[in-house]
């Protein structure tokens, strides 16, 4: 049989962006602790939809830990206390008969409140819209084999190319900074050859986006590599800052 | 009475693609630039689509349901994608590729349209390579290949276990381009809710802001839906939460035909159900069938003795073990079809023999590999899926078998589409998992990446142009016209209705109880009574859903409990329309058994005498049993036979 817990919620409630927010407190019964974190608010939510309250809206959507939707700061950490997951894989097996458990949304300057623990991450995309691209066309690229790649480079780029856009690495920095997302994709590109025609201008334009959106710098404490759900690791930094610093020796 | 025109191009079939391309019509780049073209959802499919006509220069709208055009649950597959390129040297070809996906799809779909899919299939894998698509490689320096299910050459291209995620991103990026230099317009967080139609042709769409909850609209020369599938109408579902067929029911109503609403895919692979609050289940790649051995225990005393937790399956002696699908299908071994697969798995846990508290899974065994490979070499090719199912069972399957189960994974039906991917409705294109048309009643595994970004990069954006070149002359759009106030109205009063019944019953409530229905009656195994049943049941469950839902909050806001009653409404008009899909095919073909019709060893059944035809459901009203027309199928280039994985 299942193994249930008893916990009580603090969650962030919040109507919309420019609404004062509080804590509420919700006391739950009886959850498994097979189910995940999720799934918990969804226990959480038919219940206060069976007493006529408004649901706590939170993102969420492939619930597989690859669509980067799911967010949630809890018990200050992003993803919450396991390590190399995020929230929508996190198992109440994690949490103990008792607990009180926080919830908060990202908070950062670059991803406002929606509502509750909801938050717009637009800055994203407008931050790949600068420049996170290879500039080709669809149609007439040469044959897939013609340039034969490194399995070394090609396996880096894809470690690099597996951060999912959540921005964890923003809510666990101090400083509000977006440099672990911006190096994480500055660094596939820049690992192979079809990337390196335009890394300069890719890391100048995406480090200026970044800046211009109210992103803060980095002071290299390590706490976004630390809470990153898919392990996108510090040299991804170091990376870019190279690539940075090469491009403005160029200008 | 309508006729379906398929629109198959003449000549022999590898010449029908490249003569199409010839002879149609296309618009010049100053006609481009004064066309708009709206294309809804931004997954493979769509996002590929929306850059590659933002790159030939049309004015592209694209919505997407999500926050990010990258969270479209494309980005969820996990294996890879399949191409014709035979670096393998292994015999693979494209019309092997043609040939292994018709008959996977046991001969039940369009045999021009899957040509056309093997030929550009090569293109895709150099266009994403192209974009950065960091797939894997060899020492060399070459790409790498696996195989998959139906296959026995190594065609598959992946990026670790996160093939789509890396094409989906690639897509992504090339998106983003495209908005950066103004040709396409981003709307995330939009909902579509209505099609437009202005004199006979889709011209337009009505939306809700998911974050503000007002109504827009929009207008344009064409209209793409890119929406995925419904395989969510099981509520339980490899899908994402968010994952609905709302839009080809709303296309479906203003007249375009539903084909082949039947044809589900049940994924053999699939972490097993554990519990009542359960929201979703998490797939285990097929190319984990490369490596991995399916067994049950031989006896059902073992089975037994393991459900009640008093033997472990590493303590099963070898001779003791039943490999069923090498046992019953030596010449693809664990390699067979999904549906074969599910099937197979469904039939030994029917008869006894399977494991888990519930005895609703199999062990996927990796210890033959391990030691074969070395623990190494079985991290580095399934190391992610490993640790994923080990966050979510809580047990170490590298020393312990995985156990799976079969769950909604793919709908292979969809919006009926001709050659061009146009829908009944000129002017409405269906690419992707919306559409019907490339993977008949079952979908070989890798394929449906390789469909989505066929459609995207290299059909539909030729196709449309055969469509819009007559429309140059046409102006833009008011979306003050009288037919975009009707619907806005309909849309309105619709939300209406949904927010006075002020009921006791949650979306998900109703939701679990629709998904037990279908699994039930519409799932792996269906007769005629069951289907039958199903129909009167998903009729009271409508009762109960229009007289006791209850949606908190307003209309005029963010309401997550509104869009998903949105959803669920029209999964109830799916379910049904799913059923009587079923009940009219008295055969049994890929992925819809119906247990009145196997063979006398369990296998399906086809009766191509009388159902080598896609069925495609005409909307007659509300309460009304839809109308079947027929798309006859004619296979020219292949020899139609019995499906057979064994020799």
């Known amino acids: ?251 | 009475m309508t006729k379906l025109d398929s629109k198959i191009p003449e000549g022999p079939l590898s010449e029908k693609w490249t003569n199409y391309k010839a002879h149609q019509k296309l618009v010049n780049p100053a006609n481009k630039r004064r066309l708009d073209i709206i294309v809804v959802g931004t997954g493979l499919a769509g996002g590929s689509a929306a850059a590659t006509l933002g790159e030939l220069g049309f004015k592209v709208i694209n919505f997407c349901i999500q926050d990010s055009p990258r969270r479209a649950h494309s980005i969820a597959a996990q294996g890879g994608i399949n191409a014709a390129k035979n670096y393998q040297n292994d015999g693979d070809s494209v019309y092997r590729l043609f040939y292994d996906t018709i008959k996977g799809g046991d001969y039940r779909a369009r045999e021009a349209n899957v040509y056309r899919l093997a030929e550009v299939s090569n293109n895709i894998i150099d266009q994403c390579v192209a974009q950065g698509v960091p797939f894997a490689r060899e020492y060399g320096g070459l790409l790498d290949n696996r195989s998959f299910g139906g296959a026995q050459v190594s065609r598959t291209f992946y990026a670790k276990g996160q093939t789509g995620q890396q094409l989906l991103l690639g897509a992504y990026s090339s998106l983003s381009r495209q908005v950066k230099k103004g040709n396409v317009v981003l709307k995330t967080r939009y909902e579509m809710l209505d099609l437009v139609i202005v004199d006979g042709r889709a011209r337009g769409v009505i939306v809700r802001n998911l974050v503000t909850g007002k109504l827009e609209r929009y207008s344009a020369h064409a209209v793409v839906v890119a929406t995925g599938g419904y395989g969510n109408v099981y509520f339980l579902s490899t899908n994402a939460m968010a994952s609905n067929g709302s839009v080809a029911v709303q296309c479906y109503r203003k007249g375009a035909y539903f084909a082949n609403p039947a044809f589900a895919q049940i994924h053999p692979t699939c972490i097993p159900v554990h519990g009542e609050y359960q929201s979703k289940l998490t797939l285990m790649s097929e190319s984990l069938r490369n490596d991995g051995r399916i067994w049950v225990p031989k006896k059902k005393e073992d089975a037994e003795a393991i459900r009640q937790g008093k033997l472990k399956p590493t303590q099963i002696k070898e001779e003791d073990r039943d490999y069923y699908l090498e046992r019953r299908y030596p010449a693809f071994g664990n390699l067979v079809p999904r549906d074969v697969a599910s099937r197979a798995a469904k039939e030994r846990c029917d008869a006894g023999y399977g494991v888990g508290s519930t005895g609703l899974a199999v062990y996927l065994d990796f210890s033959e590999a391990i030691q074969r490979l070395g623990r190494e070499a079985v991290e580095a090719r399934y190391g992610n899926l490993f640790q994923m199912y080990e966050k979510i069972v809580d047990e170490n399957p590298y020393e312990t078998p995985m156990m799976i189960f079969p769950a909604s994974h793919y709908t292979m039906g969809g919006l009926w589409v001709d050659y061009e991917l146009m829908t009944t409705i000129p002017g409405l294109f269906a690419i992707g998992e919306a559409n019907f048309s490339d993977h008949g009643a079952n979908r070989l595994g890798a394929s449906a990446l390789m469909q989505g970004l066929a459609d995207g990069y290299f059909v539909l954006p030729y196709t449309i142009q055969n469509y819009l070149s007559d429309q140059i002359q046409v102006p833009r759009f008011s979306t003050d016209l009288p037919e975009f106030e009707e619907a806005e109205k309909g849309v309105k009063a619709r939300i209406e209705r949904l927010m006075n019944i002020k009921g006791h019953r949650s979306v998900d409530s109703i939701h679990k109880e629709l998904g037990h229905i279908m699994w039930n009656y519409v799932g792996m195994g269906r007769n005629k009574a069951g289907l039958e049943l199903a129909i009167k049941k998903i009729d009271e469950l409508k009762e109960v859903f229009y007289s006791d839902l209850r949606i908190p909050g307003a209309a005029d806001t963010l309401n997550v409990e509104l869009e998903k009653a949105l959803r669920l409404e029209d999964f109830l008009v799916i379910g049904k329309l799913m059923a009587y899909d079923a009940l009219n095919r008295e055969e049994s073909c890929g992925g819809h058994f119906r247990e009145e019709y196997q063979t006398p060893d369990g296998e399906a059944q086809r009766n191509d005498k009388d159902y080598m035809y896609v069925s495609c459901w005409k909307y007659e009203g509300k309460g009304k049993k839809p109308e079947l027309f027929k798309e006859e199928l004619n296979y020219e280039a292949i020899k139609v036979q019995q499906r057979n994985y064994k020799q």
């Open chain 1, 1 to 251: 049989m299942d193994k249930t817990i008893d916990i009580t919620l603090k969650i962030w409630r919040q109507h919309d962006r420019k609404a004062k927010g509080a804590f509420e407190t919700y006391n739950l019964k009886g959850i498994s602790t097979d189910s995940s974190f999720l799934e918990m608010l969804d226990v959480l939510n038919e219940q206060l939809i069976n007493e006529g309250k408004e649901p706590v809206v939170f993102d969420h959507d492939c619930r597989e830990g690859i669509c980067g939707m799911c967010s949630l700061y809890i018990n200050g950490h992003p993803h919450g206390p396991d390590t190399a997951v995020t929230t929508c894989q996190l198992h109440m097996r994690k949490f103990h008969n008792g607990d009180v458990i926080t919830i908060e949304p990202w908070r950062s300057a670059g991803f406002p409140v929606i509502r509750d623990l909801m938050v717009d991450r637009t800055a994203f995309d407008q931050i790949i819209q600068a420049g996170g691209y290879i500039s080709v066309n669809c149609g007439g690229a040469q044959d897939a084999n013609a340039v034969r790649i490194p399995k070394k480079d090609a396996d880096e780029a894809m470690d690099s190319a597996s951060c999912i856009g959540c921005g964890a690495c923003v809510a666990a920095c101090k400083n509000g900074s977006a440099m672990l997302f911006v190096s994480a994709k500055v660094s596939q590109f820049a690992l192979l050859p079809q990337g390196r025609v335009e890394a300069a201008r890719r890391a100048r334009a995406m480090v200026a986006k970044m800046d211009e959106l109210g992103f803060g710098n980095c002071t290299n404490t390590g706490a976004c590599a630390a809470e990153c759900p898919k392990s996108v690791s510090l040299s991804n930094i170091a990376r870019l800052n190279r690539e940075f610093i090469k491009a403005k020796l160029k200008d």
